[in-house]
Every structure is written in C-alpha cells, then in structure tokens.
C-alpha cells in the first residue's frame, strides 16, 4: 500500500501566555523568542497509523508531506525517524499567506506528482488554528472520499474499516480506497524515535518542491485566498466581582435575586 502522510510544523502550544504575541496589523502570530515551533500534536498519530498499515501489509511505502517554511523539515524527519520512508517538503514564498483551501491544493497537487496513493492520512486537525478541514479539501481535490476523525484503522479487504469518534459515541464506517482518512489523538500513543533511528533520517534525502513544480503558482498568494481573514488579536479577558452582603443566607439570595432581576437576567 502507497501511504501519504501530511504533516505540519506549529507554533509550540505550550508556549507561554506572556510570550505569546500577534501583530494585529499584518493579522500574523509573532513567532516567540527562544522557542522552536514543533510538530502538530496530531500528526504523529497520522504517521503511526500509516506505519502500523504498512506493518500489517508487510509491505508498502510511506511518504511524508509538509508545507510551510524551511524549518518545516523538522517535522518530516521526525517522522522519518519514526520509520517513514521518504519526505516532500512545499515552500517557497507562493506559500505566503495562503488559506486552507489553498494549503489543500497544494498538498493534492504533489500528491498527484509523486503518482497518487492507496491512502493519505491526515492529523484531525492542526492545533494552531483548530479548522480540521484541509482533509476534506485534499479529498475533494483529489476526487476520492474522505472519512475523519478516525481512532482505529484496518484493511478490510479492497477498502478499509475506520472507527471515528463522535460527540456522543464512536462510528464504524467503511470505505474504498483510494481515499483520505484524518486521524485522531484517540488512535493512540505513537512510537517514539529512538537515538539509532534518528540518526538514520538525518541521512534520508528530503525533496523541495515549489509552486512552478506543481503548477499551481497562478492558485497560490495572498490575493488568491477564499477565506477572508478579518482580525486577529488576543482577547482581553474582563471580569467584575461584586459580593453581595446580607446578614442572613436568606437576605443574601433576597438581595441576589433584586441584583438579577434589576439586570434583567431574571
């Protein structure tokens, strides 16, 4: 089985409140000093499961996608270390700016240029925006279904069966492939690298694709975006505290009871 995996490079999430900062002006997150972006918490999930396939199968090929800036490499060779077999990187300055409708083209775009795949596995989502629709775009680009949010996957004979988390419960769909199935941190603990195996993807080749390469520079940059971003900013956190006094329990709700209802909230 051809698996591809799309992986993302994020701001830390456990980066300090106070160190983090965003240019409300450029509508852009100010990278913070001192600390390195790292992978989506979710992709390593995405990676486990396209090893854990490929395991079963005894056979097969994992590659690794990523878009974003040099520093993105980072994250394709933690999942080489994890045992991927090759890695694409996207960049270029194109890439600026871009949406996620855009961000799914690209990704179906070189996924078409290594030849397609049996399978692309996503994270849920990226934890830096928290949209989790760039499976959906990659699937619709690439005309093949798409099932998310996904705790367990098997081989069911052509197709696969996929567990997916619900509000309420859990689901058990089944699909054909090819298809695009976003995975969930309910799917597990992924491996961890060990010293040996990281050593070795510091050695595998990771190929550099821009937007000429794919043929898609006319789709890309800021005024090709859909998605209108119209703010971004911290929001400021208000409270006002007022005890209500009373010399009694009884006085004290009485009293409660006159303050809701002279706001209104009662």
Known sequence: MNIVVC???????????ASFKVDEVAKKVIPAQGIAP?????????TEAALRLKEAAGTGKVTVISLGPESARDAI???????????VLITGPEFEDIDNFQTA??????????????????GRAAADWDMGVVPLGIAQ??????????????????????????????QTVETPLPAVVSVSN?????????????????????????ANDLGIAGDMGKENRRLVLEALYVPKVESNVEIIEGETPEEKARNLA???RAAKLI
């Open 7 to 17: 992986v993302k490079q994020i701001p830390d999430p456990e980066t300090p409140a």
């Open 38 to 46: 790292v992978v989506n918490p979710y992709d390593p999930q995405a």
């Open 77 to 87: 060779k933690h999942a080489l270390a994890m045992g991927a077999d090759e890695g």
């Open 105 to 122: 083209k690209a990704l179906a775009a070189a996924i078409q240029k290594l030849g397609g795949a049996d399978l692309v596995l996503t």
């Open 141 to 170: 680009a690439l005309g093949v279904p798409c099932v998310t949010v996904a705790k367990a996957i098997e081989k069911n004979g052509a197709g696969l069966k996929v567990e997916r988390v619900l509000e309420d419960g859990f």
């Open 186 to 210: 309910e799917f597990g603990e992924p491996r961890y690298p060990q010293l040996r195996q990281i050593m070795l993807a510091a050695k595998k080749t990771v190929q550099v694709w821009g």
């Open 258 to 260: 006159q303050k809701l």
